[in-house]
């Protein structure tokens, strides 16, 4: 029979060493320079939320002053759209989801210094 705590640290150990490798493929996937590969890294490393966006024209169009109210009608329905869009698109950049798995790593390294 095996020990469940030495089990359990194993386990640490092998989610430790998936997030280590995880986040160095990330940082090698960022360093890439190349012509081909620049733009669509740049969509990976700039991403953009449209729902922000969609979000801020729908208050700028229910703030213009217009006597028969059609902005007003159209600007409701796109801040909800944006508030939608935000909720399923998801803006994560390769930065922050590198920074995501330093954090894990981390958290991972504290909790199993803490068992040792």
């Known amino acids: 029979m095996t020990d469940p705590l030495k089990a359990r640290l194993e386990k640490l150990r092998k989610i430790s060493e998936s ?5 160095n493929l990330y940082v ?6 190349g012509t081909n590969t620049t733009s669509s890294l740049g969509a990976l490393q700039k991403a ?16 213009v002053p217009e006597p028969t109210g059609v ?7 796109m801040i909800l759209a ?3 869009l935000d909720k399923k698109y998801n803006g994560a950049t390769i930065h922050d989801i590198g920074h995501e798995t330093k954090n894990t790593l981390s958290s991972i390294n504290d909790f199993k210094h803490s068992i040792l």
């Open 19 to 23: 997030a280590k490798r995880r986040a």
């Open 28 to 33: 090698d996937v960022a360093k890439m320079d």
């Open 48 to 63: 953009s939320a449209p729902g922000k966006k969609l979000q801020k024209i729908g208050f700028l169009m229910l703030w």
């Open 71 to 77: 902005t007003c009608a159209i600007g409701a329905p």
């Open 82 to 84: 944006g508030r939608y």
